[in-house]
T-cell receptor, first 113, second 110 residues
Framework: ETGVTQSPTHLIKTRGQQVTLRCSSQ?????VSWYQQALGQGPQFIFQ???????GRGNFPPRFSGLQFPNYSSELNVNALELDDSALYLC????????????FGPGTRLTVL | EDKVVQSPLSLVVHEGDTVTLNCSYE??????LLWYKQEKKAPTFLFML????IEKKSGRLSSILDKKELFSILNITATQTGDSAIYLC??????????FGKGTLLTVNP
């Protein structure tokens, strides 16, 4: 186990709704990254948070937003859900030290109907 | 834009076989290359490679990086059914994000 936790495990929403996913990072890690993994694909980088600020973003629209809290836990919010948002959402915690790898949480499976 | 290509995309072998998984990449300001194993949900960390030519080994798994030719291989010897999984390769550039390939789906039959 990596020490990274995510909630909820599974979620079913309908188009147009909003969703919030949560992640608690591993002790000692100050950076949280979020990834979207569609079926049959590798994880795609959404964004990264360091010290409560977004410091990197992938090719995702603004309806994907996030927060990081002083204890380094994080939230991913997705507004106006679309069918293509159905995926496994993975959170990874790490340090800005490049010698420290990223450890992933168990993920949240989001289904949009 | 950073890019990672893995091959083959899928592979079926028998227990006891040796497999080699390939990963080629293009990345700005390379920092590291990582291999992960994904069975159900969370990718689990296998190796992080930063230097060329130095083999990393863990049991039956080993990996090596060639920074000149921009590729890495992951070898699994004496495969077991428990090795069945998706193997993901990712590179980390100067902005610290990981760029993943599509993965190789390995199936090991008894």
């Amino acid at each position: 186990e990596t020490g990274v936790t995510q909630s909820p495990t599974h979620l079913i929403k309908t188009r147009g709704q909003q969703v919030t996913l949560r992640c608690s990072s591993q002790s000692g890690h100050n950076t949280v990254s979020w990834y979207q993994q569609a079926l049959g694909q590798g994880p795609q980088f959404i964004f990264q948070y360091y010290r409560e600020e977004e410091n990197g973003r992938g090719n995702f629209p603004p309806r994907f937003s996030g927060l990081q809290f002083p204890n380094y836990s994080s939230e991913l919010n997705v507004n106006a859900l679309e069918l293509d948002d159905s995926a496994l959402y993975l959170c990874a915690s790490s340090s800005t030290d490049p010698s420290v790898t990223q450890y992933f949480g168990p993920g949240t499976r989001l289904t949009v109907l | 834009e950073d890019k990672v290509v893995q091959s083959p995309l899928s592979l079926v072998v028998h227990e006891g076989d040796t497999v080699t998984l390939n990963c080629s990449y293009e990345v700005t300001n390379f920092r590291s290359l990582l291999w992960y194993k994904q069975e159900k949900k969370a990718p689990t960390f296998l190796f992080m490679l930063t230097s060329s030519g130095i083999e990393k080994k863990s049991g039956r798994l080993s990996s090596i990086l060639d920074k000149k030719e921009l590729f890495s291989i992951l070898n699994i010897t004496a495969t077991q059914t428990g090795d069945s999984a998706i193997y993901l390769c990712a590179v980390r550039g100067s902005n610290y994000k990981l760029t993943f390939g599509k993965g190789t789906l390995l199936t090991v039959n008894p």
